[in-house]
């Protein structure tokens, strides 16, 4: 994995433990060229999970996120839904993404991906295509 998608995952607060297993990833670069923004996606079956979405921190707030999940979501075969298992204050932004919320406890149980211990706090969203 590039490093530099490493070290933008961790410096978002993120782990990067579970790269390696990604069945896709998307980056969007600056003008320059330099990677500004990543995710990636696990599979379990029709749920494919957001992962490790992650933009540099002085390109927040200008769309790069929300063009990272739609590439995501672009990727689902029709019938997958697009999870993202998230803490409080990234609600809204799924929320304006069209995601709609899922119940947690349930989402949590289903999987070794959402039953991760990292995951123990989230909320859990939802977009089935």
Known sequence: MNER?????ENS????E???GYEAGWVVQNQAG??????GIERRGKRVYLQSLAVESKYRKLGIGRRLVEQAYDYLGVGDTL???TLFWNNDFYRK???EKLDARRIKLLDDVAG?????Y???WGKRK
């Open 116 to 120: 991760r211990p990292k995951h123990k």
């Open 18 to 20: 579970h790269i390696d």
């Open 122 to 124: 989230c909320s859990a």
């Open 34 to 39: 330099e990677i500004i923004g990543y995710t």
């Open 5 to 9: 998608i490493k070290e933008i995952i």
């Open 13 to 16: 607060g993120l782990s990067s």
């Open 97 to 99: 993404c069209g995601f």
């Open 83 to 85: 999870i993202a298992l």
